[in-house]
Nanobody, 127 residues
Framework: QVQLVESGGGSVQAGGSLRLSCAAS?????????MAWFRQAPGKEREGVAS???????SFVDSVKGRFTISQDNAKTTLYLQMNSLKPEDTAMYYC????????????????????WGQGTQVTVSS
């Protein structure tokens, strides 16, 4: 059973930075998983923020392009989300997600594709 545990959330002022981490365990073949970060703010729909395919290709939602970076360690057991130039509208619960896949999806932000979800870590950005 794949388990995902997020960490690194917190409170920061606008313009600041945070790095989220997601520790993954229980993979059968760690090389064949697509992973992503989703977020959900109170009263808003959940949205995909950044994704990384099993081949390393990355995608970002337009609102975070140029500010957020997604990466993995070499063993693919930890997923990171580096968030710079944070804005109040980035405030949300951030979730690490994973699914078995080969390559990268053309539409990586369809939540139903991801079988495994972490419990989330809260990010709060004040103005």
């Amino acid at each position: 059973q794949v388990q995902l545990v997020e960490s690194g959330g917190g409170s920061v002022q606008a313009g600041g930075s945070l790095r989220l981490s997601c520790a993954a365990s229980g993979y059968t073949y760690s090389s064949y998983y697509c992973m992503a970060w989703f977020r959900q703010a109170p009263g808003k729909e959940r949205e995909g923020v950044a994704s990384i395919g099993s081949d390393g290709r990355t995608s970002f939602v337009d609102s975070v392009k140029g500010r957020f970076t997604i990466s993995q360690d070499n063993a693919k057991t930890t997923l990171y989300l580096q968030m710079n130039s944070l804005k109040p509208e980035d405030t949300a619960m951030y979730y690490c997600v994973a699914a078995a896949c080969v390559g990268a999806w053309s539409f990586p932000f369809l939540a139903y594709r991801y079988k495994y979800w972490g419990q989330g870590t809260q990010v709060t950005v004040s103005s």
